[in-house]
C-alpha cells in the first residue's frame, strides 16, 4: 500500500506565493514518479506539473514560469510545489499523485484560494 498526504494549501491574494509538499509512503521500490492535478468547481482534473525518477519535469501552459516543482533528494518520496504569481484562476483543490509499478496512488487534495 501507498499513502500520499499534501499540505501547504491555504488562502492568498492575486500575486502571492503558496508552497505545498507531498509525502508519500509505503511499498514504494525505487524513485517514482510525482506530480500535481488541480481540479475547480465544476471542471475536470487537470495537471499542474510532474517530475520523472530523473527529476525530468513538465509544465501546463499555464503555470510555466509561475510553478516550480522540485524532489527533495534526501526523501526521494517527497516533492514540493511553488507557486509564485498566483491568479485567482489558479484557485483550486490540487491533487498530489505518486506512479508506483504501474499504478497511481493519490492523495486527499489541499485547497489553494486566490482572492482578487
Known amino acids: 500500500q501507498v499513502q500520499v498526504v499534501e499540505s501547504g494549501g491555504g488562502l492568498v491574494q492575486a500575486g502571492g506565493s503558496l508552497r505545498l509538499s507531498c509525502a508519500a509512503s509505503?511499498?514504494?521500490?525505487?524513485?517514482?514518479?510525482m506530480g500535481w492535478y488541480r481540479q475547480a468547481p465544476g471542471k475536470q482534473r487537470d495537471l499542474v506539473a510532474s517530475?520523472?525518477?530523473?527529476?525530468?519535469?513538465?509544465y501546463a501552459e499555464s503555470v510555466k514560469g509561475r510553478f516550480t516543482i522540485s524532489r527533495d533528494h534526501a526523501k526521494n518520496t517527497m516533492v514540493y510545489l511553488q507557486m509564485n504569481s498566483l491568479k485567482p484562476e489558479d484557485t483550486a483543490v490540487y491533487f498530489c499523485?505518486?506512479?508506483?509499478?504501474?499504478?497511481?496512488?493519490w492523495g486527499q487534495g489541499t485547497q489553494v484560494t486566490v482572492s482578487s
Open positions: 499523485y505518486v506512479g508506483v509499478l504501474g499504478a497511481f496512488y
Open positions: 509505503g511499498s514504494i521500490p525505487s524513485i517514482p514518479n
Open positions: 517530475i520523472t525518477s530523473a527529476d525530468s519535469t513538465n
